[in-house]
């Protein structure tokens, strides 16, 4: 004789789906070596990995309390690209700075 199978309630088919849907956030189905296996998702803020949101959103003084310099904008005025101004105009004729 067949085994008769129950029906689950309605709070377990609940409780089943919400631990499915927990299950597919936190893990993703790859192929390694011609096999699916599961692996856990890489962290995301606002739907964006991790490195992105920090080159986007930090802020120099983080970015250096955190040593990511690497990730630190560059300022162009601090390697003097433009010529100054200011010391063509106290050169005297002769070039004498004075």
């Keep these: 004789m067949a085994k008769v199978k129950k029906q689950?309630?309605?709070a377990q088919k609940s409780a089943k789906k919400a631990a499915q849907a927990d299950r597919q956030r936190k893990y993703q189905w790859v192929f390694m070596n011609g096999k699916q296996a599961r692996i856990k998702?890489?962290?995301t803020?606002?739907?964006m990995p991790v490195d992105q949101f920090i080159e986007e959103n930090a802020d120099p003084v983080?970015?250096?309390q955190?040593?990511?310099w690497e990730l630190m904008p560059i300022e162009d005025?601090?390697?003097g690209s433009e010529p100054?101004?200011?010391s063509?105009?106290?050169e005297d004729e002769n070039g004498i700075p004075f």
């Design 66 to 68: 955190n040593e990511l």
């Design 8 to 10: 689950l309630t309605p």
């Design 45 to 47: 803020v606002d739907g």
């Design 88 to 90: 063509s105009e106290t």
């Design 62 to 64: 983080w970015l250096h």
């Design 84 to 86: 100054s101004t200011e």
């Design 77 to 79: 005025d601090l390697f």
């Design 41 to 43: 998702r890489p962290p």
